[in-house]
């Protein structure tokens, strides 16, 4: 397993929860020929679409099929671990709110579950045409209770 895991494994314990080895809310795929590579899914049906790829070089979040919504090089894992942990943890306690404009263009809305306000929100291009007469709203409860 690759040693980027170790970020999310403090940010689940952080939460009060047991490491992603030991979870239900997670699925592991580290059938890879080395080390270099960790892929962590979500499996809750109420959730968002969440994966994750953890390698030497990176950690990248991908959400309901927009790659690389969140992307962080080694030098940033470094420096910047606590904003890591902090935005994971906004990811995983956060309902979040996703307009789609067709299949390349979203909008994230990550909500304080209490008070619905926005806490953060993030737009990912990831095609080459958005089409803003086909729009479709999906909510989804947090992750992380």
Do not use: R
């Not at 980027?4 to 997670?26: A, D, M, Q």
């Not at 699925?27 to 899914?41: A, G, L, V």
């Not at 499996?43 to 994750?52: E, R, T, Y």
């Amino acid at each position: 397993m690759n040693n980027n895991v170790n970020i999310f494994n403090k940010t689940l314990k952080n939460l009060g929860k047991v490491g992603v080895l030991e979870s239900c809310l997670f699925k592991i795929d580290d059938n890879f020929p080395d080390d270099d590579f960790t892929k962590i899914y979500s499996i809750g049906s109420d959730s968002i679409q969440l994966a994750m790829d953890f390698t030497n070089d990176g950690i990248d979040i991908h959400l309901n099929g927009a790659s690389e919504v969140f992307s962080w090089n080694k030098s940033h894992i470094k420096n910047n671990t606590d904003e890591i942990i902090k935005t994971l943890n906004i990811v995983l306690t956060s309902s979040i709110q996703v307009d789609s404009y067709g299949n390349n263009y979203k909008k994230f809305f990550f909500k304080e579950v209490s008070t619905n306000k926005t806490i953060k929100k993030i737009s990912v291009f990831d095609g080459l045409f958005i089409n803003f007469f086909k729009k479709e709203k999906n909510f989804f409860l947090p992750i992380v209770f």
